[in-house]
């Protein structure tokens, strides 16, 4: 595996599935596999659970690892090619690229949207610049668009979790003060499309996900009846995606006060199949999940994040394969 962005990169979804609950029995099964390869990771916005799932991921497999983060201690880094470069920017990413590849056989990237081009977001425009320019194998650790590692583990949770073959999962909006990027609903959407669930999304008008995302999914306005009989309920807040009026992308449409009944609390989860509460973290309380459902027992919060490290394991044992 060359790169890792989207579902089909991994190939059979139940092949990779068994390999993650092998794994899981024996982490450091293939703790040769990364002897003397090193691991870079490329950090452009913070991060808690990718940072730390990820390194201990690459050192399950006897790799060496670096972290960098551009936006503390490194120079400040231009992404776009052509503009006159006197602002805080010292040095361009066309640079920085084969340098960072020079001192590592895989690179890891988080790269956020900037919520501002939605062409320039969706094209994937950084995370390409680093296939092309690196030569070394790419994975995404939230890129513009998407964050497979946390799909990942989001699958591998809802396998592990599942009281019936076939259990019904919702996605829904909730509110949140900032805008926040479309990246995880994007992958979580992408990944359900390609599992044995029955998938519903679920959020205000306005916040209609990619088509390419949503698939086969079904779109449901009205979060209460979204949520009958639901197995699983997912949380996250995402700004609009600008899908029916591109104007209007990455902008939060309507105050989250407004919004506040979207909070996902026990009104809510009391209409679901003794549903489970999932959220990629971190997290807002009070905002996106009250403190009642995300310290109930049926809150799969902390196994979920737990899982990142199956899922970056899983990943970079199929990148050290093909080096
Ligand atoms: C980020 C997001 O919504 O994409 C990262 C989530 C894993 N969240 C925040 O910025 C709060
Ligand atoms: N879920 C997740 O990716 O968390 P971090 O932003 O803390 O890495």
């Known amino acids: ?33 990364g002897k003397n390869k090193t691991c870079l990771l490329v ?49 361009h990413l066309l640079e920085a690229i084969p340098v960072m590849s020079s001192y590592c056989d895989i690179i890891g990237i988080r790269s956020f949207a900037g919520l501002k081009d939605r062409d320039y977001d969706y094209a994937e425009t950084v995370y390409h610049q680093f296939v092309k320019h690196s030569g070394r194998p790419i994975f995404a650790m939230e890129t513009a668009t ?20 076939r259990p019904k999962v919702v996605l829904t909006w909730a509110p949140h003060p900032k805008a926040l990027p479309q990246a995880v609903p994007n992958s979580f959407a992408e990944w359900m499309n390609e599992a044995d669930v029955d998938f519903v999304i679920t959020h205000p008008e306005g916040y209609e996900l990619d088509p390419q995302f949503v698939g086969n999914a079904q779109v449901e306005y009205d979060q209460m009846k979204a949520f009958e009989g639901a197995d699983f309920i997912y949380a996250k807040n995402w700004s609009c995606p600008g899908v029916t009026r591109p104007e209007q992308y990455g902008e939060i449409l309507e105050d989250y006060h407004k919004w506040l009944s979207w909070t996902v609390g026990a009104r809510q989860m009391a209409v679901t199949n003794n549903g489970k509460f999932m959220h990629c973290l971190p997290v807002r309380r009070n905002m996106i999940v009250t403190d009642e459902v995300i310290e109930s027992p049926n809150s799969l919060v902390i196994p979920e994040a737990a899982n990142r490290e199956i899922s970056a394991t899983v990943v970079l044992k199929r990148i050290l394969e093909s080096l």
């Not at 799932?53 to 052509?82: F, P």
Request: hydrophobic share 40%; charged share 30%.
């Open 43 to 91: 950090f452009f916005n913070n991060s808690l659970r990718t940072r730390l799932s990820t390194q201990k991921a690459a050192q399950n497999l006897g790799m060496n690892v670096i972290v960098l983060d551009v936006n503390a201690g490194a120079w400040k880094l231009e992404t776009e090619r052509g503009v006159v470069m006197d602002s805080d920017k010292s040095e």
């Open 146 to 165: 998407v964050h497979p590692l946390q799909a990942f583990a989001d699958l591998i949770t809802i396998e592990e979790h599942k009281q019936k073959a």
């Open 1 to 33: 595996m060359k790169s890792f962005l989207n579902v089909k990169d991994l190939g059979d979804l139940k092949q990779a599935l068994d390999e993650a609950s092998e794994i899981k029995k024996d982490r450091y099964k293939y703790c040769e596999l």
